[in-house]
């Protein structure tokens, strides 16, 4: 079956590297397109993948052997404009995958330099990437990656997009009311509007998906072969909420919740990110069409996801203590949240469900490559909303998350006793 | 009386330098800050000012001189961080008037870089500034200068930036849902956001004023002195709608309406907009409060304005024709319009309505300086929403706003020649 190639943009990252093999499993022709940025970052931060992940040439050159599929690999950043222009016109591609952004909430929220860099870097790329689709690929599907953070926490149900108002005896149908977050959340919003935009003076076709919070990190494909692995990150700045409590749970660490623990948000397995994509790309918007699926499966306050994570440890008779920080966000801590996600359902999909069998499955994951978990990151959350991101929490400092330093070490040896100290006494 | 100082950024500007003067005549101690770059903009894209203007330090002086007070000047580029954390640090500005900005949409649709630098420079400017005040003027009032066009035209009332929303049996008061027209529309609302967004993490308070559509040039101040002129644009890039109608009747040329000319909007004196602001200056908002006010006193569609013109010609004995060019935009050209304006209202401002009056007088200042018209910048609109912007509404080129050539200097001058003989024709 010959189909248009498809340009998986971000194909290094979390969810990049799982959906290129997904989709090439299922017979697309794969282009990832990747700066490799986010291991710069990672230097940056001191953070790392707990799974140990290959590099690109690698994992492509693994990916053919075990399966003799291809997956064409190049290096490029977006913001490269004549780059993604000659790329876009070379390839003239069917449908191009955008996860190519920085992603993080609380990177966002270190400093200037890092909110700057954050929406410069997610809408200058997005905006390459829209003229030279206008230019070179007009009919081209664009998937972008959007989050169910755009929207924020209103006190109405929230549609998929748009919204039918009616004020004043008069009605129309409106982009949905948006409420993002932090400066990251602010630029998936801008790009929102942008592709929007696009679509409609340029006859561009865009799905938006609006994705809430990923977990776990087993697709069919990534499971193939440990060399296939894809990136989980559990530190306070790049973890998702429920990978971080499955790794404080696999060390018998208290599960850290910020503030009350009832901020609502939708959840998803990340195999039904992949297939959420692959229907999205199965069933084009027609030319000229901007449109939003909700991409999540289940909603869940954080204090019920520490509570289920809880619930599954002692089910094993392992008991699991929850603690409330600080909360180092501005946001809601308990308030109405009822989000539609109906559109990814009537296309197929099959939602995996949070069961406690997920949860051992990430937890078990986890005990294998315990020994690569950096305590100091378990620690504390080391950015707030409103005085930005030092590690102590201090006054900011001109670049609060310091790349490994001596000083560093020595606090993370500190920790690493603390946290053994600490795992001792709970057994 | 003492008052804390305010600063007007983009005080070089058609609106900036009226509102500094305005400000200090009322007794503000005021800090004006430019970059200067409209001038560069104007070398690029081979426009200027009809009516000539001094440069800024002529005109501080000039201010002086006739006054006696004094308005303080700085060179400074918003995008520069370093400049304008040190500049919002030493003056600790009771409020700031943030005219600062690329501020034409036909410049932002010219082609990528244009629309890049449109969105970059106007985000990272006003983020820049946020963080700014954040550290160190946190009480500080910001007053931005939004647009109207944040809207587009829905099929319902606009509101002042909330509306109140009742959905499936729920209510909530949530930010009006925004479709804006161009690159740097979209450019405006990204601010919105941001803005909305710093409010709320960090209690910093704003006004963000949704403009109209500005008419006219003689402010009490501004008429003083001729050295004292703010800038008079009438071009396809820079020139607002009845500017250019005025400079077109002015030299008995027909009026050029976009397409069917149903596109309504908020339109304003002038001398109105400097009154607004400085409404929204003495009345600030609560601390972390974010505010719209819609500033704009009527609203008229193109093709009314037009008639307008034709009418106060007519009075006259003066014949005006009026004539339906193709619609380089990408927008509806007839639809409602319902736009609130209630609250500079309640704060005290009295309109200047648009009459007959206002229209003739615009028209005897450009036939003061009708010798300065550039008859090709009245010839054609020369940036097109699908295909960007070329002289000739030709294909692409990479920079498709030239800078006056040997080749434009020819046209320009055949040009004059068909517009004299025009003119010639007509009297």
């Given at each position: 079956m010959s189909r248009g190639s498809v340009v998986v943009l971000g194909v290094d990252g979390y969810l990049g590297w799982a959906t290129a093999l997904h989709l090439s499993a299922h017979g697309h022709q794969v282009l990832g397109i990747d700066s490799l940025v986010r291991r710069r970052w990672d230097r940056e931060c001191g953070t790392r993948s707990l799974i140990p992940i290959r590099s690109m040439p690698q994992r492509i050159k693994l990916w053919q052997k075990l399966t003799g599929r291809t997956i064409a690999w190049q290096r490029l950043d977006l913001c490269n404009a004549a780059a993604v222009t000659e790329m876009v016109r070379q390839v003239r591609p069917a449908a191009l995958i955008h996860f190519a952004e920085q992603r993080s909430a609380p990177f966002s929220m270190i400093d200037r330099p890092h909110a700057v860099m954050t929406q410069v870097n997610n809408l200058v790329g997005t905006l390459n990437l829209l003229f030279a689709l206008r230019d070179h690929a007009p009919n081209a599907h664009l998937i972008k990656l959007g989050t169910m953070g755009e929207y924020g926490t209103p006190n109405i149900d929230i549609e998929e997009g748009f919204l039918t108002?009616?004020?004043?005896?008069r009605q129309d149908r409106l982009p949905f009311p948006m409420q993002p977050g932090s400066f990251y959340h602010l630029s998936k919003l801008h790009d929102s509007h942008n592709i929007q935009f696009a679509g409609r003076v340029w006859g561009l076709r865009a799905t938006d998906l609006h994705q809430g919070v990923v977990y776990g990190s087993q697709t069919d494909e990534v499971a193939?072969?440990?060399?296939?692995?894809?990136?989980?990150?559990?530190?306070?700045?790049?973890?998702?909420?429920?990978?971080?409590?499955?790794?404080?749970?696999?060390?018998?660490?208290?599960?850290?919740?910020?503030?009350?623990?009832?901020?609502?948000?939708?959840?998803?397995?990340?195999?039904?990110?992949?297939?959420?994509?692959?229907?999205?790309?199965?069933?084009?918007?027609?030319?000229?069409?901007?449109?939003?699926?909700?991409?999540?499966?289940?909603?869940?306050?954080?204090?019920?996801?520490?509570?289920?994570?809880?619930?599954?440890?002692?089910?094993?008779?392992?008991?699991?203590?929850?603690?409330?920080?600080?909360?180092?966000?501005?946001?809601?801590?308990?308030?109405?949240?009822?989000?539609?996600?109906?559109?990814?359902?009537?296309?197929?999909?099959?939602?995996?469900?949070?069961?406690?069998?997920?949860?051992?499955?990430?937890?078990?994951?986890?005990?294998?490559?315990?020994?690569?978990?950096?305590?100091?990151?378990?620690?504390?959350?080391?950015?707030?909303?409103?005085?930005?991101?030092?590690?102590?929490?201090?006054?900011?400092?001109?670049?609060?998350?310091?790349?490994?330093?001596?000083?560093?070490?020595?606090?993370?040896?500190?920790?690493?006793?603390?946290?053994?100290?600490?795992?001792?006494?709970?057994?």
């Open positions: 108002i009616s004020h004043n005896g193939i072969h440990p060399g296939l692995a894809t990136r989980f990150d559990y530190d306070a700045i790049w973890g998702t909420v429920l990978n971080r409590f499955c790794v404080q749970a696999a060390l018998g660490l208290p599960l850290t919740v910020y503030g009350k623990g009832g901020q609502t948000r939708g959840f998803l397995d990340i195999r039904d990110t992949v297939a959420c994509v692959r229907l999205a790309l199965d069933n084009p918007p027609a030319q000229g069409e901007y449109r939003v699926f909700n991409q999540f499966t289940e909603q869940f306050s954080v204090k019920a996801l520490a509570g289920k994570v809880r619930e599954a440890r002692a089910a094993h008779g392992l008991e699991t203590e929850i603690v409330h920080l600080a909360n180092p966000r501005v946001e809601r801590e308990a308030h109405y949240y009822n989000a539609k996600h109906q559109k990814l359902l009537d296309l197929g999909l099959q939602p995996h469900l949070l069961g406690d069998t997920l949860i051992e499955s990430v937890i078990e994951l986890v005990q294998r490559y315990a020994g690569r978990v950096d305590p100091v990151e378990l620690e504390q959350p080391n950015v707030d909303w409103r005085r930005g991101g030092t590690a102590g929490w201090t006054k900011p400092l001109p670049r609060p998350v310091v790349v490994m330093s001596g000083a560093r070490r020595e606090r993370r040896a500190a920790a690493a006793e603390r946290l053994r100290a600490g795992i001792d006494q709970r057994r």
